[in-house]
């Protein structure tokens, strides 16, 4: 039997989900979209999961699309079949990437190591993303005459402004990770030792907190981008309405006043 293309562990209530195609930088193929998909499905059902945290084996996060798949074999003679990148991004790549933005819990992006197209994309779509020094970020469609794709149209510039994003994508020249956290694509870098360390330090902060409120402000950011101010202090008020109901409310203002830690169970 072969090895799982997504490795999957738990520690307390954080699970690790890994890449694991590291031959091929572990570049998409169908069947690890199918898998991570999968797995990504298990952890939002497990109530026991806080966190997830998305990462590479071996010495990449993800090279993106593998090309020499032959569901993206360019037309190489006249009357051969050409490709339907269309229909590929709308089976496989946008699912995932409404998976991940509709996770109940946080996740993190640990990048180990280069991600590129749409591994980069991918990664952007956590809400957090920690990168070691030694990673890099290359939007790499333009090259092959693509656009961004995964969300990347719509990731770029508000992570980044519009002039930075069309920097990356037309260009698709290797941005370390050093820089991607100064020019706020990325929530921090570290030192390739420390990145293991790190994540899971990160990962169970977020864990320990009132996730379905993290949840509920990603969304709400999320919704804000696409509407006017008094829509987004209108959704601020519907969803404070929501969360000031529940367990975690209460929890964090009595722990508050006693002077304590909290202890948030709400998902």
Not at 51 to 80: H, I, K, W, Y
Not at 221 to 247: K, M, P, Y
Not at 259 to 267: C, G, I, Q, S, V
């Amino acid at each position: 039997m072969s090895e799982p293309l997504v490795l999957s562990s738990d520690s307390e209530s954080v699970r690790t989900l890994r890449l694991n195609r590291p031959a091929s930088l572990n570049s998409f193929n169908a069947a690890l979209h199918e898998q991570l998909l999968k797995a990504l499905d298990e952890a939002a059902e497990e109530p026991g999961v806080r966190c997830v945290v998305l990462t590479g084996a071996g010495r990449a996060f993800c090279a993106g699309q593998d090309l020499t798949e032959a569901s993206v074999a360019p037309a190489t003679s006249p009357g051969a079949k050409r490709p339907e990148l269309g229909e590929l991004t709308d089976r496989l790549y946008k699912p995932l990437v409404q998976r991940l933005r509709s996770m109940p819990v946080p996740t993190v992006a640990a990048v180990n190591g280069v991600a590129a197209g749409a591994g980069t994309n991918i990664a952007l779509n956590c809400d957090l993303v920690i990168a070691a020094h030694s990673a890099s970020f290359i939007q790499g469609f333009g090259k092959i005459g693509l656009i961004p794709d995964s969300g990347g149209t719509w990731l770029l510039p508000r992570l980044v402004g519009r002039a930075r994003a069309l920097g990356l994508a037309m260009l698709g020249d290797k941005l370390p990770a050093v820089d991607a956290e100064r020019i706020g694509l990325i929530w921090r870098c570290v030192a390739d030792d420390e990145l293991p360390a790190q994540t899971l330090a990160l990962a169970q902060k977020l864990a320990s907190l009132p996730i379905k409120a993290l949840v509920s402000t990603r969304r709400c950011i999320d919704a804000a981008q696409l509407v006017d101010v008094d829509e987004a202090l209108d959704s601020e008020t519907s969803t404070q309405r929501i969360l000031g109901q529940g367990h975690d409310y209460a929890e964090g203002v009595a722990a508050f006043k006693d002077r304590r830690t909290p202890h948030f169970t709400d998902r």
